[in-house]
């Protein structure tokens, strides 16, 4: 119960590691306010989720959850939903920057429309709510807490996806230099940079076995993660126990980030 009568956004929630944040939050005791931008019935589904876990954890006469559908991307509907957040539960003390769109295609043949989609969400979406919880934070005492869903894809290349690579280290510098800019304002941020994970976003290969095989064989730790796996890092960053970390990203990768190639030695 770490996060208990604290208020927790998390955008693009309604699947995947989103999803499994806020079903985390709303067991650790937070007020959640979930975000979707499509499918209003996936949005519902988690929503019930965090609700039960409420009722799980105690809190169910307590604490409140609400869903709300937003475009990150859109810099008006980012607001509108930070804004929304703060006014139907009553403030506001974790941000978590998780919706993301990816769009493969050789760089060559990239749409700038579709570059730009990507970049909207992942990075100026980032940018848009983390701009609007910062002014809340400032707004009264007890500072807040920003954390990013980011990727190995911050560091390492991803070729046929320029778009979201750049997001992605993009949003490393985001997170760092938001850090600095208000460390001493009570206000930390962090980012998660997540390996290969079993969610939606990768239906491509996680429920075929021969392929989700091969990935696995890729990773240092043979295996990719579950969500509620990353879950529990957000739930930890969010919590007072990681007080005094900021401006950090910290990688759950099962060991992409370590150069898996020398995991043999054939230097010499």
Not at 33 to 38: D, G, H, K, L, T
Not at 60 to 77: N, W
């Amino acid at each position: 119960m770490r996060l208990q009568g604290r208020t927790a956004l998390i955008t693009g929630s309604s699947t995947g590691i989103g999803r499994a944040i806020a079903i985390r939050y709303a067991r650790e005791g937070a007020n959640v306010a979930v975000n979707y931008f499509r499918s209003a019935e996936h949005g519902e589904s988690a929503l019930e989720e965090c609700r039960q876990a409420h009722r799980e954890a105690g809190v169910g006469d307590t604490a409140k959850a609400i869903l709300i559908q937003a475009d990150v991307g859109d810099e008006k509907q980012a607001a509108a939903m930070v804004a929304r957040t703060i006014d139907e539960l009553g403030d506001l003390h974790v941000l978590v920057n998780n919706a993301g769109v990816q769009k493969p295609a050789p760089s060559h043949e990239l749409d700038t429309d579709a570059f730009d989609r990507v970049v909207d969400t992942n990075l100026k979406g980032t940018f848009y709510c983390a701009r609007a919880a910062i002014r809340h934070f400032l707004s009264r005492e007890g500072g807040g807490v920003i954390l990013n869903n980011s990727s190995v894809h911050e560091i390492i290349p991803k070729p046929d996806y320029l778009s979201y690579s750049v997001s992605k280290g993009g949003m490393q510098n985001l997170t760092r230099t938001l850090a600095l800019e208000y460390a001493d304002k009570g206000i930390r941020v962090n980012a998660v940079g997540p390996g290969a994970v079993s969610t939606p976003i990768n239906d491509s290969w996680r429920h075929d076995e021969e392929k989700a095989a091969a990935i696995a064989a890729r990773i240092p730790m043979r295996r990719v993660a579950e969500p509620e796996e990353i879950a529990a890092l957000f739930a930890f960053l969010a919590s007072d126990e990681a007080g005094y970390i900021t401006g950090q990203t910290i990688f759950a990768c099962g060991g992409l980030t370590l150069f898996p190639a020398f995991q043999e030695n054939w230097t010499s």
